[in-house]
């Protein structure tokens, strides 16, 4: 019998066109020759893997509810083959009418025409890695650019017709102040986004920013100062009328991310790409984290799945329970799988980590800032 759940598309772009210090995403540094083969062969590639999954019919005739290009940066690849790509999808599978339809972007990969190009191959939201407002937060991250292709790019996305437009920021930067963060905020406040996530730096072993760290080449993260800063977040965002609907991602009333919903609401999701991952029909599954392999494996007509785990029923209550507890709303308690799990969470609820109404039970702001420790506890 076909899932009832809904699902979404989602495609790794892995290209960027240099490594940001913080970022252990899998990809290739495009920008030289040698990248152009690389290109199409991930083209051909991705091509290839979505025929086969539509041949396997692993996700069905469900209509996607929505369909998204993340990396990587998408932008890296000329706006002409996003438009190709996301043809492909359309081609192999039914899509709702009103899906939504994301591209993320680096500011300073896009000009106008590319812009006007996406939004016209039928791309509904577009969401900028803008990271600061602040142009002395980029060196220590390695984020390339400026603050001005920001505030560039945001007026070019909405002239071509995009009304959807997200932006990122992190925070907890290497000597940035509280100061400087709100500064951020109000300043991106005023590009009138429809929807913000806000990151809290975190350091991921293997990276040039882990490394710089331990060198003491830039500063630690302050904990207590991130705290602050979450918390000067919140109430400028919520004065502005952004709704916090998950505990990095604000959003103007119907402006909440559809396709990322599906993972917080025990959504299906079918990942392509290098490195994607996807869970369908109670199945997870990732593919391989390398372009070669990738490559290599779809001309063999395989599938590039190196991953695969079956889960009971009671591990996908458990996984919808776990993700469910990030959105704001939380889970209703009715989902809570079974009385082993009600004694752990009357237990976090006296530790102040968690609360519950009469029908939910949600994180608490103290349960936000430790949501991995509180969901460690409940299993
Ligand atoms: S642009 Fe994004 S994906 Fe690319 S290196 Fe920087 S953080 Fe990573």
């Not at 996301?86 to 081609?91: D, K, N, Q």
């Not at 009333?253 to 991952?277: E, I, K, M, V």
């Amino acid at each position: 019998m076909q899932s009832r759940r809904d699902i979404g598309i989602y495609l790794h772009i892995p290209f960027c066109r240099q490594r940001c210090h913080f970022c252990a995403f899998y990809l290739e540094v495009a920008g030289t020759d040698r990248s152009m083969d690389r290109l199409d062969a991930f083209h051909l590639a991705l091509a290839q893997e979505i025929e086969l999954h539509r041949r396997q019919d692993s996700i069905g005739s469900r209509p996607l509810q929505s369909i998204y290009f993340g990396g990587g940066t998408p932008t890296a690849l000329p706006a002409t083959r996003l438009a190709l790509l996301l043809e492909l999808v359309r081609t192999a599978w039914p899509i709702q009418a009103s899906a939504e339809i994301t591209v993320e972007a680096h500011p300073s990969t896009v000009t106008p025409a590319d812009l006007k190009v996406l939004a016209d191959a039928g791309f509904s939201r577009i969401s900028f890695g803008a990271e600061s407002m602040n142009e002395q937060d980029f060196a220590p991250i390695g984020r390339p650019g400026r603050v001005q292709d920001t505030e560039t790019a945001v007026e070019a996305a909405r002239a071509a017709g995009f009304v959807n437009i997200s932006l990122d920021l992190m925070y907890g930067l290497p000597g940035q102040s509280l100061e400087s963060w709100t500064h951020t905020v109000r300043a991106l406040l005023l590009l009138r986004p429809s929807h913000i996530s806000c990151y809290a730096l975190t350091i991921e072993s293997g990276t040039k920013l882990s490394r710089n760290m331990a060198l003491n080449l830039v500063p630690r993260i302050d904990e207590a100062l991130q705290v602050a800063m979450e918390s000067a977040a919140e109430s400028l965002l919520s004065e502005a009328g952004f709704i916090r609907y998950e505990i990095s991602n604000y959003a103007k009333p119907g402006f909440a991310c559809r396709h990322n919903l599906l993972y917080w609401t025990d959504g299906d999701y079918l990942g392509l790409g290098p490195s994607a991952q996807s869970y369908v029909n109670g199945v997870r599954f990732g593919n391989v984290a390398d372009l070669t392999a990738y490559v290599d494996m779809l001309a063999e007509h395989r599938l590039p799945v190196t991953e695969r785990t079956d889960l009971s029923d009671l591990e996908q209550q458990q996984d919808a329970l776990i993700f469910g507890l990030r959105l704001l709303l939380g889970v209703p308690l009715n989902r809570v799988p079974n009385p082993e799990q009600h004694s752990k969470i009357h237990t976090l609820i006296e530790q102040g980590l968690l609360e519950s109404t009469t029908d939910r039970i949600r994180l608490t702001p103290l349960g936000r800032r430790y949501a991995d420790t509180v969901a460690g506890k409940l299993f």
